[in-house]
């Protein structure tokens, strides 16, 4: 069962977890890092959920966190739950705390071990310099998370590159890369242009143009389809 811990602070978490651990037969589980998870009262669940099923390939301490109001007196509230890979800690902050939620979390981060951030929705123009975002080794953005803005937010994303930052519309790509690059060690012929299908607004297709048109040193044409996602990649070589 779930512990609520309300009107709380970081040490009275930190003691729940480790009774927790005893009272589970697990005072040490292994954890290989931590996972913060950045996120909205609305979308909690969704996101908190997809933070578990990481931590069963890869334990984890996972720390969701939800920024409330900044008004009001300062409140730290708290639920925290055991086994399932790991650690779950759900953190909700107002009043100041929600301004300085880097207080909270950086004394319940795991020691000796790696930091991950996620911003299931919309994330910090600069990753790296975000009080939360500084704490982390790798910092995971979604584009494609975003209603509106998505092209602004991908110039915003590349301006503020620092090593660590990763944006899950480039690692939808992979399968797209691999077939490409695959069909290319086939058919070693000289590209001398090409095409990038997908519908409007599409963060994974822009960068895909990019990526092609950098590595191969030709000019590659976005278009619109209806979708969705990438519908078409075509390559044009001197035979065709």
Known sequence: MPIELASTNAGKIAAALLLARLQAGSPTMGMVM???VVTHEGDHYDALRSARAVSREHPARILGVILRSARGTANLDAEIKIGDGGEQVLLRMSGELANHPESVVL???LPDSPVVIWWPGKAPEDPAADPLGSLAQRRITDMAALSRGRADAMVQQAQNYQ???T??????????RALLAAALDQYPAKVTGGEVAAERSN???DLLMAWLSD???VDIERTTSKGPGITRVRL???GG
């Open 34 to 36: 931590t996972f913060v």
């Open 236 to 238: 044009n070589t001197g």
């Open 215 to 217: 590595r191969l040193g």
């Open 163 to 165: 090593p660590g930052n």
């Open 167 to 176: 944006d899950l519309s480039w690692t939808r790509l992979t399968p797209w």
């Open 203 to 205: 963060p994974s297709a």
């Open 107 to 109: 004394p319940l981060l």
